[in-house]
């Protein structure tokens, strides 16, 4: 009789935990978040972008220049939809946190990765490496980022 | 002859500090905020070469957009963020950049306002 009990409890827990699986599973592509998302896919980036851009237009502002660059989306917002908030909400409720975790989950191959790419070769200095590394190197050689991007680079 | 030297003093204090913090010609603004004791962001944003957003990595992650013209008295325009865990750099995206939005997801807490400031 015990052990009736016992296993029981022990399927409700399996369908508990079950089920927050699930629920987590979901969340990471409708609930807006700070946290990081794990092994965001191209795909996933890009429907959170696709209702991003669909939630905007139905607010009545559409995105100009869109393209992809690199690895990561670009685009630009109407200042009107950032002064309403629009463009923060539907950003945040959609795009946020896939947006985030696609970044920098592929920061190496970034255009910031290259962009500190391009300061150290301007300075004859050893321009491989991750991002961490980059930056490591920047910062132990006095690396002048400002500098470097009004000179161009 | 006090006075002179007092003049002249004055002179090349004031001319020597802006030579010290003259900006790059195409700068619009270089904004350092302090976010924990040993480490500060800084953002910066320039009319024709993008802008970033830095920090040695301490803060968190560093996050940058701006907010650009297409051609002289066109509507402004926002990027969208850039995010990286030290330099989130935004390329140039137009034809002028009016000035910049940066920020780290982890100043210290009580003094620093380095989440979200501008440049």
Redesign the interface.
């Given at each position: 009789m015990r052990f009736r009990g016992f296993a029981l409890a022990a399927s409700v827990g399996v369908l508990l935990l079950t089920g927050c699986a699930g629920e987590e599973e979901r969340s990471a592509a409708e609930n807006p978040s700070?946290e990081i998302i794990a092994n965001v896919s191209y795909d996933e980036y890009r429907m959170g972008f696709d209702n991003f851009n669909s939630c905007m237009s139905q607010a009545g502002f559409a995105l100009?220049?869109v393209k992809s660059?690199g690895s990561?989306?670009?685009?630009?917002?109407?200042?009107?939809a950032?002064d309403s908030s629009t463009?923060d909400d539907c950003y945040r409720e959609h795009f946020e946190r896939l947006?985030?975790s696609w970044?920098?989950a592929n920061?190496d191959s970034?255009?910031?990765a290259n962009?500190?790419r391009r300061c150290l070769a301007e300075k004859g200095l050893d321009d491989s490496g991750t991002?961490?590394e980059l930056?490591q190197r920047a910062?132990e050689e006095g690396v002048d980022?400002?500098?470097c991007?009004?000179s161009?680079g | 002859m006090k006075k002179i030297a007092g003049a002249l003093l004055t002179f090349a204090l004031v001319a020597g500090g802006s030579v010290v913090m003259a900006a790059p010609a195409h700068a619009l603004g270089s904004v350092p905020k302090k976010c924990t004791y040993y480490d500060t962001a800084t953002g910066y944003s320039s009319v024709v070469n993008g802008g970033f957003t830095s920090n040695g990595g301490v803060c968190g992650t560093a996050k940058s957009r701006l907010f650009y013209q297409t051609y002289s008295g066109s509507p402004t325009y926002y990027t969208g963020w850039t995010y990286n865990s030290s330099t989130a750099f935004t390329p140039h995206p137009g034809n002028s950049v009016r000035g910049g939005n940066h920020g780290v997801s982890n100043p210290a807490a009580l003094y620093s306002d380095a989440k979200d400031f501008n440049s």
């Open positions: 700070e100009v220049d660059s990561a989306i670009s685009y630009g917002i109407p200042a009107a950032v463009a947006d985030k970044q920098l920061e970034s255009e910031s962009f500190i991002m961490r930056t910062t980022l400002a500098a991007l009004d161009g | -």
